[in-house]
């Protein structure tokens, strides 16, 4: 059965850090591509952050280049969000993804709220 597990969401102040863990079983994750994706309320989902199944090659949105770090540990089947400087536009629900040629498996979120 395919999990991915978030965790590392909550509550944090404006220029705070999270690191936010997800947690994969039940495929083959060095073969997967992950991806963090976040979406606010009334908002679209967007993604975040992705790294790369094969070099470690990593990419971030605009707003989240130089704030935000994406990690993998494929020994322990984890990919990881380092986020720092956080703002209250960082409120949202993030969301774990692994993709691989046509298949494509999402968790369940873990929620980040910034703010006073």
């Known amino acids: 059965q395919v999990q991915l597990v978030e965790s590392g969401g909550g509550l944090v102040q404006p220029g705070g850090s999270l690191r936010l863990s997800c947690a994969a079983s039940?495929?083959?994750?060095?073969?997967?591509?992950m991806s963090w994706y976040r979406q606010a309320p009334g908002k679209e989902r967007e993604l975040v952050a992705g790294i790369t199944n094969t070099d470690g090659s990593t990419n971030y949105a605009d707003s989240m280049k130089g704030r935000f770090t994406i990690s993998r540990d494929n020994a322990k089947n984890t990919v990881y969000l380092q986020m720092n400087s956080l703002k209250p536009e960082d409120t949202a629900v993030y969301y774990c993804?692994?993709?691989?040629?046509?298949?494509?498996?999402w968790g369940k979120g873990t929620l980040v709220t910034v703010s006073l």
């Open positions: 993804n692994a993709r691989w040629i046509s298949m494509e498996y």
């Open positions: 039940g495929f083959t994750f060095s073969r997967y591509v």
